[in-house]
């Protein structure tokens, strides 16, 4: 079984609250030198059966209509080992 | 990149600008070029392009809007009227209450979640900027089809969205209302309701004046949100460079906007503003211009000083950005720095950017470059008018020929039954609990009723019990039937809930959804609801304070039914007053107020039945309504009934199912021998409502509506723990709760 | 002497007014506190009251816990200052570790909304003493990461101490493990439960019973007692 | 400047939801293989300065503490060419 990983972030010109909201709180709780933060989803996907280039050319359709609304959206598809 | 300044464009009058990309017409182009006296810069075309958009600058529909106006009834209640941000209205005892519908329906079928959550915030800060303490929120919905797969994917979100950002502002979700219809596939409608409270004295205005005063932009920084039009100016003619998509669809930020509105609060505490104004569609575009055109004097903006969130917008779209959670003030030079202490306090950023100046110009620099000189009257309130053409379509006959009447009518008590459990279960008619429980009703400690009541209900005053109710109604199928009474009849059934829950109707605010205004045939809709909706104001004496318009709602040539959504507000002097719609105790009388006459045309009988839209919608009296509220009204401050219920879709059948549901008690029901079995339970005539009435108080109620000249029957008997319809059929509450509360969650959970 | 009663308001907390309409309504004084605040003003018992402090973004309750006030509120709380946290005040409290556990969104995923039935698992804590053990109340629920988890040892450890205080009755609105709706630590000062006394304070307003009301005394009674 | 990723998992023993709606949905969107989901979060930290050990320990500690509840989530933090 092999797992496939999508990550989901916002489009960069998109605003962020979550991400802002942690960005902000770092400085107070003694952190510094983050200049920036981006909060998004990760999915991981336990796929039965060969991950071969029909299998991820379907992950990734499903990344794009399902997992993602690309109006806002990014998405990344990654094979784990 | 060459700054396109106010001198360059004077001394390059050849420069070709797009604004045809940019919706604009040929002959508003040059009426453009006509008021500056020149071609306009990038950033002036910018700002002419998005306030003259059907949107900003209701060319369409002003011509039939101005009837609220002139038609508007006497009253003393109107503080503030159609014009400003919302109107507000009188309630008493020194309070001030601000409501108004808008609609963030396109939005919402591309990110429901987003598209409705930022709708929200939009109506709120235009609430907050009346001067007003934001206290409930309510959300007319009309959705596809209920088992259309999009529905799915849309419903979830906005329901989501709604929620997400209403409760995360702490607002109370008091009401609405959720329509599924094929017609609504492609553009759903997602309309959303904010009420304010404030003190007489707190009213304030979106006005630039004394000159000195600071502009000071505060909230949320600049992005770039919702210019997806405009960066056609950035990308094609100015710098190639640039990314050329920019969103069309907005982030919300609920926690932002808490801050806002607490801030805002705090200001006004204080006094510190001047005049106020929320961002909006056309972000600083329409700020600036409207503060400065509803001013004495001109304004003077930096625009270089606004915080951004990307460094790379160009000055047209900081002008354009719809960025959410942002508020513009005038403030005093001797306030500012209270005023900038106070957002200190609340994490929120302020900044001056400009002030108001003797002149009467609006001038907007880039370091130092002017790029904006503009007469503001010209862009906020001067826009083009059009006169579209309309036309009654050619269906209409044949729909209305179409008779409802005609269809096969149940012949038996068992058929009867079977029709009952068939409109009680059916997914507009069904209970929306499964969307309402995902909506905070409790939040602020002051909701005294909440869906699914007639109308919803707030505390205003703790000491006296001061309290105002809202409904919202509209009908698209009988509005299709019949624009000019199916607006009539939103009015009426609106105005009726308020009412029925104890409250007395005082103003109406409305958000018109309709097809492509370039349809003469939804032109000719358009103006019948407009002048139908005016003429029933009048009569009913409830003034329009504000409300929304949202046309090009359709997908290639269909458009959706035309769809006014009417808000009332009521006012009720001791909210313990209130009347609730469960039948609360056996024994008590069930009486039907009003006439019923053989009415279906529209009905949610014919639709669910017979999937039939066809005849004509029930007749309207108004001089009925008003009597009927006032019967309403007064019984319930006499201590005369202790439960009412609106009689609308889905007629008697309906409202018994619904308040007997909600109370836990059942009703065994006699029908009147002058009365069709089958017209009693589903006619939809308006003007009704059911009340119980304790044995007590039977001979002093009936001697109220006699003498009133008010028709009453009475129709039953609380009692048992079924619906009995003597000598038709039985139906036990489990059974009718299993079908009135399972259809929601299994065609969504 | 009235008895001073903390609310504590952090940036996005939204039931802060409706906690010292309750705390007023019960006969003690509410003492707004700011989340800057690094003193207790007095204060002789504290509620962290519902919302969604720094809008739940990252998790409910994660950001709050490192404001200043916070600092004062835990320190008491270790010298046994009684604490009541609803919502996101529970949150809070298990962010913080006042309490064990952790909350989750609901196994539903929606927000929910709606009258719930408790069971009063324990009355002995500092602010459920005008209960009895076992008695059934109504008080409104709202929110959408109620989801109380913890591992099964803190579990039993919880059940066999007693430190459960109260269990959702009739439906387990959230998923949230053995139907725990609220717990105590162990000195049954500190209290932390997802629904919301004080929406349930006032016939008439909300769901229109009072059941909430008896946390409120419990403190007074307990306070004026000392 | 320099990202380091900070993904966010809900620990295997606790229930998710969230994947599971995901994943339950997906059959009828027409995919299938998928034999599991997991739902979580991805956290971008844009870093200044140099990514050292130094740099490191203090994101891990700031993960440990602020960005992942260790009660129920695990946490891994990856630096991003
Ligand atoms: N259907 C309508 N009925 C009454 N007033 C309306 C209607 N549509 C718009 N208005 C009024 O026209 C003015 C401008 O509306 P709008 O541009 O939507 O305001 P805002 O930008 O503050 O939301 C407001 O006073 C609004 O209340
Ligand atoms: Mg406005």
Same mark, same amino acid.
């Given at each position: ?9 916002l ?9 802002q ?6 400085p107070?709780?003694?952190y510094?030198g983050?200049s ?7 999915f ?8 071969d ?21 990014d ?7 | ?6 001198s ?23 009426r ?26 209701y ?52 990110e ?38 999009d ?6 979100g ?5 929620g997400?950002?209403?409760n995360?502002?702490g607002l ?9 219809d094929?017609?609504?596939?492609g ?23 004394g ?16 210019i ?25 930020? *609920? ?11 705090e ?12 961002l909006?569609? +056309? ?14 004097g ?19 779209e ?14 005093e *030079? ?41 007469p ?15 036309a ?7 729909? $209305?020929?179409?008779?409802? !009447? ?6 038996s ?55 105002? +109710? ?20 939103a ?9 029925a829950?104890?409250?007395? *109707?005082l ?17 000719? $809709? ?8 005016a ?11 504000? !409300?929304?318009v949202s ?28 009347t ?5 105790e ?23 039945v ?17 009597l009927?509220a ?19 879709d889905?007629?008697?059948?309906q ?8 109370g ?5 029901i ?13 006619s ?9 009435? *304790? ?23 609380v ?9 038709q ?10 079908a009135?509360?399972?259809?929601i ?5 | 002497?009235t ?28 003492v ?12 002789e ?12 973004y ?13 600092e ?8 046994g ?46 602010w ?26 803190? &579990? ?14 009739g ?5 949230s493990?053995?139907?725990?709706a609220?717990?105590?630590?162990a000195?049954?000062?500190?209290v932390? &439960? ?7 304070v ?24 000392v």
């Amino acid at each position: 079984m092999a797992r496939v990983v999508v990550d989901v972030m916002l489009k960069p010109e998109i605003l962020d609250p979550q991400g802002q909201a942690v960005q902000r709180a770092l400085p107070r709780l003694g952190y510094q030198g983050i200049s920036d933060v981006r909060q998004g989803k990760r999915f991981e996907l336990e796929v039965e059966g060969p991950v071969d280039d029909a299998a991820l050319t379907r992950i990734r359709e499903m990344a794009e209509t399902f997992l993602a609304n690309t109006v806002i959206e990014d998405f990344a598809v990654k094979v784990e080992s | 990149m060459t700054l396109d300044t106010v001198s360059h464009a004077a001394g390059t009058p050849e420069t070709a600008l797009p604004w045809a990309e940019l919706g604009l017409k040929e002959d508003e182009y040059e009426r453009i070029r006509e008021i500056l006296g020149r071609r306009p810069t990038g950033a002036e075309l910018a700002m002419y392009s998005v306030m003259w958009s059907e949107h900003c600058s209701y060319k369409s529909s002003k011509v039939h809007l101005k009837q609220f106006g002139e038609k508007a009834p006497e009253t003393d209640a109107l503080l503030v009227g159609i014009g400003e941000n919302a109107g507000v209205v009188d309630v008493g005892q020194g309070y001030a209450v601000t409501f108004k519908v808008e609609s963030h329906n396109h939005p919402s079928y591309i990110e429901p979640y987003q598209g409705a959550a930022t709708g929200v915030g939009g109506i709120v800060r235009d609430i907050l900027a009346m001067g007003a303490r934001p206290v409930a929120v309510m959300d007319p919905l009309r959705f596809g089809a209920a088992d259309h797969p999009d529905t799915k994917r849309v419903l979830p979100g906005v329901v989501a969205g709604i929620g997400g950002y209403g409760n995360c502002l702490g607002l109370p979700n008091i009401g609405g209302e959720v329509v599924f219809d094929p017609c609504y596939q492609g553009n759903p409608l997602v309309n959303a309701l904010c009420v304010g409270v404030m003190k007489h004295e707190d009213i304030h205005l979106a006005k630039a004046s004394g000159a000195g005063n600071k502009v000071i932009l505060y909230g949320a920084r600049t992005g770039g949100d919702g210019i997806g039009g405009v960066s056609v100016l950035a990308s094609e003619t100015f710098d190639s460079t640039k990314p050329a998509k920019r969103p069309a669809v907005q982030v919300g930020d *609920p926690f932002q906007e808490k801050l806002l509105i607490e801030c805002t609060l705090e200001i006004f505490r204080e006094d510190l503003v001047a005049g106020i104004q929320d961002l909006g569609g +056309a972000g600083l575009s329409c700020a600036t211009s409207e503060l400065a055109s509803a001013g004495s004097g001109g304004m003077r903006v930096e625009l270089d000083t606004v915080p951004l969130r990307d460094s790379s917008l160009s000055p047209e779209e900081i002008l354009m950005s719809e960025s959410q959670e942002r508020m513009c003030a005038i403030v005093e *030079p001797g306030k500012v720095d209270r005023f900038l202490e106070i957002c200190e306090k609340w994490d929120v950023i302020a900044t001056v950017i400009g002030e108001v100046t003797e002149g009467e110009q609006l001038e907007i620099f880039w370091h130092g470059d002017k790029i904006v000189d503009v007469p503001p009257r010209s862009v906020a309130h001067e826009g083009p008018t059009y006169h579209r053409p309309y036309a009654r379509p050619d269906w209409q006959d044949a729909l $209305q020929a179409d008779d409802a !009447g005609a269809l096969p009518r149940p012949e038996s008590g068992e058929e009867l039954r079977k029709h009952v459990l068939q409109v009680v279960a059916s997914p507009n008619q069904a209970s929306k609990s499964w969307i309402t429980d995902q909506y905070d009703r409790f939040v602020q400690g002051n909701t005294v009723l909440a869906q699914p009541e007639d109308a919803g209900m707030v505390r205003i005053d703790e000491e006296s019990n001061l309290g105002v +109710a809202v409904s919202t109604d509209g009908n698209g199928r009988y509005t299709k039937l019949d624009p000019y009474t199916g607006a009539q009849l939103a009015l009426a059934e609106s105005y009726r809930n308020v009412a029925a829950a104890g409250a007395k *109707p005082l103003a109406v605010s409305d958000c018109l959804n309709f097809g492509s205004p370039e349809d003469p045939a939804v032109m000719w $809709q358009f103006a019948e609801a407009t002048r139908g909706l005016a003429d029933a104001c009048l009569e009913l004496g409830t003034p329009v304070t504000g !409300g929304n318009v949202s046309l090009y709602n359709q997908t290639g040539e269909t458009a959706i039914h035309p769809t006014p959504v009417v808000a009332v507000l009521g006012v009720i002097d001791d909210v313990h007053r209130r009347t609730p719609m469960g039948f609360a105790e056996d024994g008590q009388l069930i009486y039907l107020l009003g006439d019923t006459r053989d009415e279906l045309g529209g009905s949610a009988w014919s639709q669910v039945v017979h999937d039939h839209l066809g005849g004509l919608p029930p007749r309207v009296d108004l001089e009925r309504e008003r009597l009927l509220a006032e019967i309403l009204v007064a019984a319930s401050r006499d201590g005369m009934i202790d439960a009412a219920h609106d009689l609308s879709d889905g007629g008697l059948a309906q409202a018994l199912t619904e308040s007997c549901l909600k109370g836990g008690h059942g009703a065994r029901i006699v029908v009147p021998d002058s009365i069709d079995p089958f017209v009693l339970l589903f006619s939809e005539s308006a003007g009704r409502a059911i009340v119980t009435v *304790p044995r007590s108080e039977e001979v002093r109620f009936n001697d109220m509506c006699g003498a009133r000249g008010l028709p009453v029957t009475r129709i039953g008997i609380v009692d048992g723990d079924g619906i009995d319809v003597q000598g038709q059929f039985v139906l036990p509450l489990a059974e009718l709760r299993e079908a009135h509360e399972a259809t929601i969650p299994a065609l969504l959970a | 002497m009235t008895v001073r009663i903390g609310v504590v308001t952090f940036p996005g907390t939204l039931d802060d007014r409706d906690t010292q309409r309750a705390v007023r309504i019960a006969g003690a004084e509410p003492v707004p506190l700011w989340h800057r605040d690094k003193d207790l003003k007095q204060a002789e018992a504290i509620v962290l009251p519902g919302g969604f402090s720094y809008g739940d973004y990252l998790r409910a309750g994660a950001i709050s816990r490192f404001s200043p006030v916070m600092e004062a509120v835990v320190a008491a709380a270790r010298d046994g200052m009684p604490v009541l946290g609803i919502c996101n005040g529970f949150q809070l409290l298990t962010e913080t570790h006042l309490l064990p556990g952790a909350m989750l969104r609901n196994n539903h995923l929606h927000f929910v909304c709606r009258d719930q039935k408790l069971r009063v698992e324990n009355a002995g804590t500092a602010w459920t003493a005008d209960y009895t053990a076992g008695q059934e109340i109504s008080i409104p629920l709202k929110n959408i990461d109620g989801r109380y988890v913890a591992d099964e040892r803190t &579990l039993d450890e919880l059940e066999a101490e007693g430190r459960v205080a109260f269990r959702y009755a009739g439906w387990n609105p959230n998923g949230s493990l053995r139907d725990i709706a609220g717990i105590a630590n162990a000195a049954g000062n500190v209290v932390g &439960l997802m629904p919301h006394p004080e929406h349930a304070v006032e016939p008439l307003i909300g769901t229109g019973g009072t059941d909430g009301l008896g946390f409120f005394t419990s403190i007074l009674r307990k306070l004026v007692n000392v």
